[in-house]
């Protein structure tokens, strides 16, 4: 059983950077692709970026292109989250997940073994 633990999280204000990691344990993590997701109150989790289990190819939702950057260490079991010019509108949990089926990276139903979630507040 994969578990993943987010990181990095924390108070910033808009403008700002945060670099969120997220910690696998388990053998198998280069096997898979991972994402990341986000839950804002009162809203459904949205995706916000995905990588394949090589890292050449990479996801983003339109809000955070060119913002904000995954990467991983498959040496570390790590995934990481680089996040740049952060908004107000940025401010949700943040979650990493394990791509266990086929299909597109976009939907939160082709994910498990999701982490405990860190939060991201990004005051204006």
């Known amino acids: 059983q994969v578990q993943l633990v987010e990181s990095g999280g924390g108070l910033v204000p808009a403008g700002g950077s945060l670099r969120l990691s997220c910690a696998a344990s388990?053998?198998?993590?280069?096997?898979?692709?991972m994402g990341w997701f986000r839950q804002a109150p009162g809203k459904e989790r949205e995706f916000v970026a995905g990588?394949?289990?090589?890292?050449?190819?990479?996801y983003y939702a339109d809000a955070v292109k060119g913002r904000f950057t995954i990467s991983r260490n498959n040496a570390k079991n790590t995934v990481y989250l680089q996040m740049n010019s952060l908004k107000p509108e940025d401010t949700a949990v943040y979650y990493c997940a394990r791509k266990i089926s086929g299909g597109t990276y976009y939907a939160p139903d082709a994910f498990g073994s999701w982490g405990q979630g860190t939060q991201v507040t990004v005051s204006s």
């Open positions: 990588i394949s289990w090589s890292g050449d190819r990479t």
């Open positions: 388990g053998r198998s993590f280069s096997n898979y692709g």
